[in-house]
């Protein structure tokens, strides 16, 4: 079955973002089953404390692969009735916990096939989502927990006796769970980062992105790669210059670095509309590119080599994880607005330029 570039990555855009939903819908049902209570069983609240720091995985996830849409109708479905069925006064204790297993399985089950996915796509998807590991395995290890306490809880309530004999003797993947588990304990959501290295994975990212177009020979291929390129570099570039350049343009030794940065963003956004209207030019779209990419070396290069350490130098620990829930969300909000429509990259630079300027950064 051919499906195309762009098609296969808006795909698993809507994977995620329905997976996103229903953590959101896993986090009110914990509240509402007080799982986060210090009364609440030392595993579950343990498990709830998980599922806070997944939804916060996911939404970093979810911002470094770059396209960010609306949860789909069958999933906001599922968990309107897992919610509805857990919150209603009128169900009994072994009902809400079927419930909310339900919506477990279904997220493992969603979030396995998003992992086997990835394994069959292009480098850049696999460095966006390599955190996303560890979200799947603690999501797959709360189902085998949680199914073993429904079955011990079930049996008594219905018999009052506890189960014979358990269900789990299932043989699994020791080296892909041991990894997730590792992914799982090392990873970390962007609120608990400095900015600094979310801008630099940011970077990384836009690398293997270039060595995926030059490397390839099939355009159909290259009108995806390029609109993830597009997409990503507009959005960074914004919440870059809207939470990390306009705090530091202002200071003496920092203030040429940041006027030169937002005018090479503002290059980079002209050249990717530029590089837009010749995708049907084979060469020039490889000329192009090329152009870009140089120029896009040039300003991470002067970014990483010489902005990071004064940005480092001028903050302290606190204000560079500020930094990164600012960013973050302001990424956040761009990738929203682009949705997967086509995007202007150079609408933002009249903006720019003018939010520059009254900030006295101009």
Known sequence: ????????????????????????????????????DDGAHTELRTMAEEDDKNLRMLETVIGSYGIRVEPRYAAVQIADVVNDIVTNEASIPIEKLGAYILLKQNQMMCSHLVHKSVQATDPDIKVALIAFDGVY????????????LMETAGVEWITGKEPVTGIFGRARDAVSTLAGMVMSKVAKPADEMSVLPILTMDHRKVDVLFKEI?????????AGLF??????????????????????????????????????????????????????????????????QQLVKHHVDEEENQAFPLIKKNSSEEVLMQMSQEFMEAKKRIQENVGVDEIIASAANEDSSEIAASQGGA
């Open 137 to 148: 395995a603690t999501f797959t290890r709360h189902v085998t927990e949680l199914t073993k």
């Open 214 to 222: 030059t490397e390839n020979n099939d355009p159909q291929k290259d």
């Open 1 to 36: 079955m051919q499906i195309s570039e762009q098609d296969m990555r808006e795909a698993i855009g809507f994977e995620l973002a329905d997976i996103l939903h229903r953590q959101k819908t896993i986090l009110a049902c914990n509240e509402a089953l007080n799982l986060m």
């Open 227 to 292: 609109h993830q390129l597009k997409a990503d570099l507009t959005s960074h570039s914004i919440a870059e210059e809207e939470t990390v350049y306009s705090r530091f343009q202002n200071l003496p030794d920092m203030k040429q670095l940041m006027i030169d940065a937002r005018q090479e963003h503002e290059d980079i956004r002209t050249l990717l509309d530029e590089i837009t209207d010749v995708m049907d030019d084979r060469e020039s779209f490889l000329d192009k590119i090329d152009d870009l």
